[in-house]
């Protein structure tokens, strides 16, 4: 049956169930797409490691997107023209088929209606941009304040009104959040001068931030 689909999926265990499970929702319809639908499938071993990925896919690419729960609720809060195509990896097989059935059967008018919505990203200020870029390259609160010449109690603030903006509970959320809306919104450039030296840095693009994990206390941490 993968003549009606390409599935895009690194998860090895992941792809071959999901080819029994679309296997089984194309043999029940009767009426099929009329051309071979693109899938993308993202779920590794835990939200942190699925941020890699999507930084390599332009979803806008496939027509059905499988993956976590986390990422479903950010693509419909924040790209909401591509809720049509979102199913959640984080359910029963029954439930998921069902979902699979009624995209497959409406892929032709779901591209249609996804190419006439509004591109409607969520927009940041020139001080969320600037703060949010600091955030990412330079890591700790002081390291901010000291850059940004502000106090610590500032850079705690401006933190928590972005934290409330986006629905964030945690550090990591919201790391995880801006890591992946930042691939699909345009951004300035944003230049910095560090303590101590005498030219203006630029902070990079996001696809050249990395990040490393303390498993032992769960925390990330944003490297160059």
Same mark, same amino acid.
């Given at each position: 049956m993968s003549e009606r689909y390409k599935l895009n999926c690194k998860n090895n265990f992941l792809s071959l169930s999901l080819g029994v499970v679309l296997g089984n929702v194309i043999k029940s319809m009767r009426f099929l797409p009329e051309r071979k639908v693109n899938i993308l499938a993202i779920y590794s071993n835990d939200i942190v490691s699925d941020i890699d990925q999507w930084k390599e896919e332009r979803i806008n690419s496939y027509d059905? +997107? /499988? @993956? =976590? &729960?986390?990422? @479903?609720? +950010?693509?419909? =809060?924040? *790209?909401? =023209? /591509?809720?049509?195509?979102? *199913?959640? /990896? &984080?359910?029963?097989?029954?439930? /998921?088929q069902h979902a699979l059935h009624r995209a497959l059967l409406s892929v032709n008018k779901l591209q249609k209606m996804c190419d006439a919505r509004e591109k409607t990203y969520i927009h940041f200020s020139d001080g969320e941009n600037t703060f949010i870029s600091d955030y990412l390259y330079f890591a700790t609160p002081e390291r901010i304040a000291s850059v940004g010449n502000c106090t610590l109690k500032s850079v705690y603030n401006r933190k928590r009104n972005l934290m409330e903006r986006l629905s964030c509970g945690s550090n990591q959320t919201l790391w995880l959040t801006l890591v992946f809306i930042l691939n699909f919104i345009n951004r300035p450039e944003i230049e910095r001068t560090l303590p101590g030296m005498a030219k203006t840095l630029s902070v990079p693009l996001l696809n050249y931030i990395s990040y490393q994990r303390d498993s032992s206390r769960g925390q990330v941490y944003v490297s160059l």
């Open positions: 059905v +997107i /499988l @993956c =976590r &729960d986390f990422y @479903c609720d +950010i693509i419909k =809060r924040f *790209i909401p =023209r /591509l809720t049509a195509r979102v *199913i959640s /990896l &984080d359910s029963t097989v029954e439930v /998921l």
